[in-house]
């Protein structure tokens, strides 16, 4: 069985056909790695995109509750202060209110949705 095996490798004909498929793997070697860097790179611009989109849309959403907050009536003083900086107070505040002051904001929310999808 070895004996077989070694004849093969000592063939005449096995040094060109391993040259030529040595040669063959180093191209699919070279075009995966060209694939590969396109992809990276394709994907590295497409997070890019997403970060800017993800921080547009968390300032809008900041935008959109300091507007409902300001909605709202101010509480005077530094105690008033320390409880709106405490997200669950804000959150528990928007909540306590009538519907009412769901609703002004619902339309706000509305009417920005109307003018940013005119802008698409």
Do not use: N, Y
């Amino acid at each position: 069985m070895f004996r077989r095996l070694f004849e093969a490798f000592t063939h005449p004909v096995a040094g060109p056909l391993g040259f030529g498929l040595s040669v063959v793997l180093c191209a699919l070697l070279v075009g995966t790695a060209l694939s590969a860097a396109h992809t990276e790179a394709r994907l590295r611009t497409r997070l890019a995109q997403l970060a800017a989109q993800d921080a547009h849309t968390g300032a809008l959403l900041h935008a959109k509750l300091a507007a409902c907050e300001s909605a709202l009536p101010q509480a005077a003083g530094p105690a008033a202060v320390a409880r709106v900086a405490s997200l669950e107070a804000r959150a528990e505040r928007l909540a306590s209110r009538e519907p009412q002051g769901f609703d002004s904001c619902a339309r706000m929310e509305s009417a920005d949705r109307a003018v940013l999808e005119s802008l698409k």
